[in-house]
């Protein structure tokens, strides 16, 4: 049986921010992913996220100061170009609550920001549409994060720094004491003091094995590229993220948002939620209804023709009730830490989530409050 100091299951955004961290404090450290590594099954694989300031919570703005540090100095330990600097748009009718509530979110952490009406937004950003009414708020600070390019960025980093990594690795068993855990992947046995759960909508199956389950609902979003006829104005330097406060009224069920064309990937549109799935047996065929859906919000809010789609995939989040993270102990075992860090907001925070994680399961205290992410919150089944 081989032994670790830390065992982390799943080699996602967090994951492999964990695995990244503990490998480079010193301790021997196994990750383990039930698929290749970088895949497309799940939440962190593909060409962009956003990173911004732009929360309605301050807890999220606060933490977005932190993960911006974070990833500067993954840049500079790595030597990779990671983070891209766009400028961040968020647009919507006035008034509207979660546009209001980011205002005072970001005017209360003192981060910059520039509010300016319908006219002067379109003079500012010309590849927008907005209607009369709305209201546009420009962040400088707002930037890209190229997602796939970051998780293999934090494993090469961490194996250089001794970590084990196992891809093709599906956990089947999981057994905890006081002070070890035993992990079954695969047919192998691996034994660890701890054990990070970073395991995204998969989180349940793995932890089912402890007696344990969340409140935890993967739901099939789709990622949808397009090639637009004016390209070097949608591409990165020109073209700011951003994200459209646009719901039910306007015929969205979730709010649209988009990202610029990284390296020839296409114009990233797609919405913030979709229908509830399964992560074992998901439909990953493209939604054509969200295709249309999307063009249809270029067609009015973007001023440059859509040439066709380039691409189109699913990618899940995994929602807790109230769309927050879950980062805390195990109930009953204190050296297993569950990084349930979802909703489909996280992987900007991953980074510097990972390092919470080996906070905790090497009994060192955040620097900072993490009791809004515990699991009391929630009242939990008992699943023994």
Not at 185 to 210: E, F, K, M, P, Q
Not at 224 to 230: D, I, K, T
Not at 240 to 250: C, E, G, Q, R
Not at 292 to 299: D, G, I, K, V, Y
Request: with cysteine; glycine share 8%.
């Amino acid at each position: 049986m081989s032994q670790y100091d830390l065992i982390v299951i799943g080699a996602g955004a967090a994951g492999s921010a964990a695995a990244y961290h503990a490998a480079d404090r010193g301790l021997k450290v196994l990750l383990l992913e039930q698929f290749e590594f970088d895949h497309g099954k799940g939440s962190s694989h593909g060409a962009s996220r956003i990173i911004r300031f732009s929360y309605n919570r301050e807890i999220y703005v606060r933490m977005a100061a932190l993960a911006f540090s974070g990833w500067r100095s993954l840049e500079e330990v790595s030597g990779q170009t990671l983070m891209h600097r766009t400028g961040g748009i968020n647009f919507g009718p006035r008034g509207e609550p979660h546009f209001e509530a980011m205002i005072d979110g970001l005017a209360a952490q003192q981060i910059p920001f520039e509010l300016m009406d319908a006219k002067e937004g379109a003079k500012r950003f010309p590849q927008f549409r907005f209607d009369n009414d709305f209201e546009v708020l420009y962040q400088a600070d707002a930037a890209l994060l190229e997602a796939s390019k970051c998780v293999l960025t934090h494993l090469r980093l961490a194996e250089q720094s001794g970590a084990s990594l196992i891809q093709n690795a599906a956990v089947t068993s999981v057994s905890a004491s006081e002070s070890s855990v035993t992990v079954i992947a695969s047919g192998s046995t691996y034994s660890a003091d701890r054990l990070i759960v970073a395991a995204g909508a998969w989180s349940n199956h793995v932890l089912r094995h402890l007696n344990l389950q969340l409140p935890l609902q993967p739901v099939r979003c789709q990622e949808n590229y397009f090639e637009f006829e004016h390209l070097q104005a949608y591409e990165m330097g020109s073209f700011p993220v951003f994200i459209a406060h646009l719901l039910s009224d306007y015929g969205y069920p979730y709010m649209p948002y988009g990202l610029p064309s990284v390296n020839g990937s296409g114009v990233k549109l797609s919405l913030h939620g979709g229908p509830p799935i399964n992560p074992e047996s998901p439909d990953r065929t493209a939604d054509q209804a969200l295709v249309s859906t999307m063009m249809a919000f270029a067609a009015r809010y973007l001023t440059s023709p859509v040439i066709k789609l380039l691409s189109s995939r699913a990618c899940l989040y995994t929602m807790t009730p109230d769309e927050d993270f879950i980062i805390d102990y195990h109930p009953e075992y204190h050296n297993v830490v569950i990084g349930a860090c979802c909703s489909g907001h996280a992987f900007k925070f991953s980074n510097l989530i990972g390092g919470f994680l080996v906070d905790m399961a090497t009994e060192q205290l955040p620097k900072f409050d993490l009791d809004p992410f515990t699991l009391d919150r929630f009242s939990l089944p008992d699943s023994r």
